[in-house]
Structures are given as C-alpha cells and as structure tokens.
C-alpha cells in the first residue's frame, strides 16, 4: 500500500503536466485536423454514409419483397341471413329460416412474396443513385475545402493578433519612455506643456488598441478552435510565424498552373445538377410506360366458436394464389406530355447553367491571380514603407529631443508609422488569404 501511495505522488506532477500540456498546430497541421473534426467536415462524411444507404434503398425496392400478415376476427354479434325454409329439413315450408353461415370467430395468417418485373421509373431511380453518390461527393469536398479555407483565415488572424499585440507593447514602451523623458525636460523649464499632452495623448490611444488587439487575440483564437472542432477554451498554441508563413505563401509558379474545368469543385456540383435534371425528364418518360410486376402468397384459415386458434391440432384450411398485375396508362389527359416538357425544361436550363458557371469559374481564376498578385506586391510595398516609417520616426524622435522639431511633428511620424505596421501586418494576411483562394479554384 505504501509503494502504491508513493508511487502515485510520483504521478501527480506529470499527470499535471499533461493536463497543462499546450495542443501545438503549423497551419499544415491544423488543416489537417479540421478536415476530421471540424462540425461541418463530420456532417458532410454522415451525408455521403447516407447516400451509401440510400442508394440500395432505392435499389432493394426492385427486388423480392415477403410480407405477413396475420387477421383476427371476433363476430361479437353474428350476422344472420335468411333462407327459404323448403331447404331446411323438419322446417314449416313456404317461409324463411334466420341462419348463421360460419363460426364467430377467424383466423387468417398469410405470406405474400412479390416482385417487380418491369418498372420504367425503377431503372431510372437506379441509373440516379449514381448521381446522387457523386453529388455527396463533391460536396464533401466543396465542405473540405470551405473548412481548410476558413482554417488558413482564422490561423493567419490568430498570428496577426499576435502580431498586433507585440508591436503595441512595443509601441506602448516607448511611448511611455518619450512621455517620461518629455516631462523630465517640461519640469526642467526647457519644454512646453503642450508636448506632454501629445505624446499622452497618443500613447492612450495606444493603450486602447494593446487592450482591444489582447481581446481580439483571445477571439480569433476561440475561432480557430471553432474551426478546428476544439472546445473554445482548450489553450491551442500556433508553431508558425506570420512572416515566415507569408513567405512561403508567395509561389509565382502558381500562376502558371491550367486550369482543369473538371477539377473544379464548383463546376462538379453544377454538372450533378444536370445529371439530375436529366435523370428526371428520363423519370418524366418513363410514366408513359407500362408496369409488371408478379406476386404469390400462401396461407390459411381457421375458423371457431372460441379462442383456440393456437392450439395443437386445430384445423387450419390452405390456401396460395399466384397473380401477375400489368398496369397500361393508355390517356392522362395529356398530363404527362405537361411534366414531361417540364423537365425537358428545367434540363434545358441546367445546361445553361452549367455553360455560365465555366465562364464564372475562368473570370474567378483571373480575378484570383490578379488579386494573389496584388497581395503581393502590397507586401512588399508595404515592408518597404514600414521600413521608411521606422526611419522617419526614428529620426523625429533625435530631432525632437535635439528641438529641432516639434511634439506635432513627432506625433505625425508615429501615427504614421502604427499606420504602415497595421498594413504591413494586413498585407501579409493578405497573401496568405489569396493564395489560398487561387488553390481553392485550381484544386491544388
């Protein structure tokens, strides 16, 4: 009992380590996870375990089916019926005789087998089933790649948060360390009252951003959680870096890739609906068609004046019946020429929907490519500026402890400055973003 005791005190620290363990995810990694835990990704494998199961419902419909059934009766008051009484030994002739034909109470059990020969509307339902298969298919890859989407967007706003809530410290510090030194040289008589207030006024400020980017930070994290299929409160940790991630985010081979319109995500849902929309017109023309189908049952009945249906040696009475049911539709006013031309219609219009959705899909590539581009000719643009804002207010600043400029002067620099960082940052999401947008629309 003691080796046990000491044992288990041993434990503790590593089972608290464990409990305190961090979940770590690259981007790669989170992706990857998501597609197997994320809600919508988990729904999407359900739809197409249905339409497994729903293809062979419709299937089994066309093969043998047995049904029971089992009948009691209990003539609680009899029926009566009168015959003439000349046929009735012992009667007074020339008049009518109150007869039960029968006992009170029947039994009936039976089992009937059928089977459809022919069914015009079956060999269409079956020929669908396929359609249907590729349907949950390719939307189990449209929710795939919704949800990796929506991953790379939520990662890359944890990192900028992330991001933003290092520079502002940053920023804070020396805000803090400018107002300290400024108030130094102001109750020294060698400055004015006015370059306090500048300099508070703008580290409040960023104050408020450190506060509300903090808040922020702990948002976009709760929403990669969200995304991934992790409680919200689980403590994820991100292996990546912003600038590092951007980098290999910018791929010019990329915008060299062809298009393959039957790869396309898109362009595949567009073409199960029409191979819907035709599956129905064939279902449309298949009415006018006639059915067979073939049954055969076996049974018995038992009759008596009380309950003993069950018991052993009752007589039960055989019967089969064998049967063929041809069904014609021979006129339906014409009916079904109206629902035909309807879905001739409606197939009609599939085509044409499917024409536009190509042309849509080739004007998102280039939009995509040009956007991608874009993005990262904003980053670089705006690593540069960042780069020129740092000197800038680098510069004000000596300049400014020197007097040779003034507090406002100062203030335009750094505002300036906290400018090109947020779009420094944003650029770099940006690319991120594209890049994945342009893949999405590739399948890569």
Not at 101 to 114: E, N, V
Not at 238 to 244: A, P, Q, R
Request: include cysteine; charge should be negative.
């Amino acid at each position: 009992m003691r080796t046990f005791i000491v044992s288990l005190v041993c434990c503790i620290p590593i089972l608290l380590m464990a409990q305190e363990q961090k979940n770590s995810f690259s981007l790669e990694e989170a992706i990857t996870y998501a597609l197997e835990h994320n809600y919508q990704s988990i729904n999407a494998s359900r739809d197409m375990v249905d339409a497994q199961k729903q293809k062979w419902e419709t299937i089994a419909t066309g093969l043998p089916q047995i049904s029971g059934a089992v009948t009691y009766q209990n003539q609680i008051i009899q029926q009566l019926a009168q015959i003439p009484s000349d046929f009735i030994p012992d009667a007074e002739p020339g008049g009518f005789v109150e007869v039960a034909f029968g006992q009170p109470q029947t039994a009936i059990a039976s089992a009937t087998l059928t089977q459809q020969i022919f069914d015009g509307s079956y060999i269409v339902g079956v020929q669908a089933t396929k359609a249907f298969l590729d349907y949950s298919k390719n939307n189990k890859e449209k929710t795939d790649q919704d949800v990796r989407k929506a991953v790379v967007e939520a990662y890359g706003n944890v990192l900028l948060a992330e991001e933003s809530v290092s520079i502002l410290e940053n920023n804070k510090a020396t805000l803090e360390k400018n107002l300290y030194e400024t108030k130094k040289i102001y109750e020294n008589g060698l400055g004015d009252e006015e370059s306090v207030d500048q300099l508070q006024i703008t580290l409040s400020s960023t104050e408020n951003q450190l506060k509300n980017a903090k808040r922020l930070e702990k948002i976009t994290l709760q929403m990669l959680n969200l995304m991934m299929g992790i409680s919200l409160e689980n403590p994820t940790e991100l292996t990546e870096n912003l600038d590092d991630l951007t980098q290999r985010k910018i791929d010019y081979a990329l915008l060299e890739y062809e298009l393959n319109m039957e790869n396309n995500v898109d362009y595949k849902l567009v073409y199960n609906l029409n191979e819907q929309r035709y599956y129905e017109l064939k279902l449309a023309k298949s009415r006018a068609l006639p059915t067979l189908n073939a049954f055969i049952n076996y049974g018995g009945n038992s009759f008596s004046d009380r309950f003993n249906f069950l018991n052993q040696g009752q007589q039960w009475f055989e019967f089969s019946t064998f049967g063929v049911d041809l069904n014609i539709p021979i006129f339906s006013s014409l009916g079904r020429s109206a629902s035909t031309q309807r879905a001739k219609i409606a197939y009609e219009k599939a085509k044409t929907q499917l024409t536009e959705a190509e042309e849509q899909i080739r004007l998102q590539l280039e939009n995509a490519k040009s956007d991608y581009i874009f993005a990262i000719e904003e980053y670089q643009t705006s690593k540069d500026n960042l780069k020129l804002a740092e000197s800038i207010e680098g510069k004000n600043q000596v300049k400014y402890f020197e007097g040779l400029a003034t507090s406002f002067e100062l203030r335009q620099a750094q505002v300036q400055l906290y400018d090109a960082q947020r779009i420094y940052l944003e650029s770099m999401v940006d690319v991120i973003n594209r890049k994945t947008e342009l893949e999405n629309i590739l399948n890569q």
